[in-house]
């Protein structure tokens, strides 16, 4: 099974700076097959980005996902207020292999 | 709009069962693949299942395989996970999430279902 890890944990920014996440995953993944979300507490995760780069529907394009092979990432180009929050990567390995990162929370510097 | 609801927290005993409802409406119910994740408090989400409201075809992860039951009615659109023999370690909340089409991603959640498991 693939395991996704997110890197950094925590990442501390103020507002308008830019925000750079990682999902690395432990062997090579189909680009239609990443997904990033976004996750405020006490609330649903947010589809932001599916396909490793194609914006979901309403959502802002600060927000930008690239990578392929292994390694990926969420670009967020200008942080805002409402931005901070955790935000998890999502693979899709088969019929019954559906796998999430453990998270990057993005806090106030 | 289009929305998922789902039904309200619950508290039960070790070897107890729960059943979460989740209720879709502002789409067609039987187009679209329902999944149920869950969330253990500060862990990460963790896939439980899908079932197909059209047909009610069922999968589920390997870890959830004997004790997990999704199903679906669909003449009010809902779909149901129940889980069997509760452990303390399924305290979580349990979300529903529809399908992107055919895309590999969630794109509509429900607001999710807190169950505590505590004797």
């Known amino acids: 099974e693939i395991v996704l890890t997110q890197s950094p944990g925590t990442l501390s920014l103020s507002p308008g700076e830019r925000a750079t996440l990682s999902c690395r995953a432990s062997?090579?993944?189909?680009?239609?097959?990443l997904a990033w979300y976004q996750q405020k507490p006490g609330q649903a995760p947010r589809l932001l980005i599916y396909?490793?780069?194609s914006r979901a529907s309403d959502v802002p394009d600060r927000f930008s996902g690239s990578g392929s092979g292994t390694d990926f990432t969420l670009t967020i180009s200008r942080l805002e207020p409402e931005d901070f929050a955790v935000y998890y990567c999502q693979h899709y390995g088969g019929l019954i292999r559906w796998t999430f990162g453990q998270g990057t929370k993005v806090e106030i510097k | 709009q289009v929305q998922l609801e789902q039904s309200g927290a619950e508290v039960k005993k070790p070897g107890a069962s729960v059943r979460v409802s989740c209720r879709a409406s502002?789409?067609?119910?039987?187009?679209?693949?329902l999944h149920w994740i869950r969330q253990a408090p500060g862990q990460r989400l963790e896939w439980i299942g899908w079932?197909?409201?059209?047909?009610?075809?069922?999968k589920s992860a390997q870890a959830f395989q004997g004790w997990v039951t999704m199903t679906r009615d669909t003449s009010i659109s809902t779909a149901y996970m129940q889980l069997n023999r509760l452990k303390s370690d399924d305290t979580a909340v349990y979300f529903c999430a529809r399908r992107l089409g055919t895309g590999f991603a969630f794109d509509v959640w429900g607001q999710g279902t807190m169950v505590t498991v505590s004797s």
């Open positions: 396909g490793a780069s």
């Open positions: 062997q090579s993944v189909y680009t239609n097959y």
């Open positions: 079932i197909n409201p059209d047909t009610g075809d069922t």
């Open positions: 502002g789409f067609t119910f039987t187009g679209y693949y």
